[in-house]
Structure formats: structure tokens, C-alpha cells
């Protein structure tokens, strides 16, 4: 992540978007810093990328995302069975994932984000945690 973040620049989801040559929606995202990213759901070929941002993580971060719990894998930033992940990915690299896992009483769930620590501050968590709770292919 490189340049200031021009205060007045939101972040920008935009509502194009397309499948990669998986299959898989795929929906593109303007950083605060206007770097590109785009966000969909974890797929399996990820799991190298996934360990890559797992082990990048700070402990700061790690501590946050789990209230404590130490450095794990990037297995543990999935939610486990039924965690809907969603990723942001720039240039092949995960740079955030997001969880989602519906609780038993209805209307409910249980949600965690992570975003790497230099992408911090530039609206990617805000952007991971309106993929996950809309109604988007990329939370299904
Ligand atoms: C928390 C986290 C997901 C936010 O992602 P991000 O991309 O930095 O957040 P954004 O740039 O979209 O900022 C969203 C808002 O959250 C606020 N925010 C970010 N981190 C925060 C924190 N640790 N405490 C309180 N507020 C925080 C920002 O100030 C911003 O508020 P604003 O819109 O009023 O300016 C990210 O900092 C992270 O991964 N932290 C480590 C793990 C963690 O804490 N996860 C959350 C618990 S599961």
C-alpha cells in the first residue's frame, strides 16, 4: 500500500461485477487511496495466498481479530464450518478476509474481520463487512 489517503476520497464499492474463469463472482472496490480491489469469496487454490496473509498478520492484529488468542494459521481467519469467507485480493495477494456465520436464533450472526496491517485505514474492512452482510453472491 503505497501514498496518503486523501481525506476526501471515500471508498467506493461499485456494483460491477463478473465472474473470474473459476466461476466465482468477483465484485471490485476502490480503496480511500484508489488502489483497486477485488473481493469474493475464499476458493480452495487460495490456501497458499491465505497462509502468506496469515503469517504477515501482526500479533496486535491477531490479538484483535481473536480477542486474545495468539498467532494461528490462515485456517483460523476462515470461521470454520459455515463462515461464508470473503476475501480482498490486490495484485493475487488476500489483504483482508472476512467471516460470517449465522447463529441459531434467526436474524443473528456472528461476524470478524481482518485486514493486513499496512492496508489499515484505507476502508477495506469497511468494504469486506459490507460484502458479508449483504445480500451479494459474495456472502452466499
Ligand atoms: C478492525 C479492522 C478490520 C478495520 O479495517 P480497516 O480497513 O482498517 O477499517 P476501515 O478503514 O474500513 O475503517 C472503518 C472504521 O473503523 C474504525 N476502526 C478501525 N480500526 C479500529 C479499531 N481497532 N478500533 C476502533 N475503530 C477502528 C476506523 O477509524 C473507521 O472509522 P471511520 O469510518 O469513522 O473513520 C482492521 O483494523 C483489522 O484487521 N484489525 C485487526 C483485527 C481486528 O481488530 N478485527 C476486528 C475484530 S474481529
Known sequence: MTGEA????????????????RGVVTHQALLRDGTP????????????VLERFA?????????????????????????????????????????????????????RAEMAVAVADDAQGLGLGTVLFEAVTSSSPCSA
Request: proline letters at 7%.
Open 55 to 107: 503469517a504477515g498478520l501482526s500479533f496486535e492484529s491477531w490479538r484483535l481479530r481473536f480477542h486474545g488468542v495468539t498467532r494461528t494459521s490462515g485456517e483460523a481467519l476462515t470461521g470454520g464450518v459455515g463462515g461464508r469467507p470473503t476475501v480482498a485480493v490486490i495484485n493475487g495477494e488476500i489483504v483482508g478476509v472476512a467471516t460470517y456465520v449465522p447463529l441459531m436464533e434467526p436474524d
Open 6 to 21: 486523501p481525506a476526501s476520497l471515500p471508498h467506493t464499492t461499485t456494483r460491477l461485477s463478473r465472474r473470474n474463469d
Open 37 to 48: 480491489v477485488t473481493v469474493r469469496r475464499l476458493e480452495p487454490a487460495d490456501s497458499t
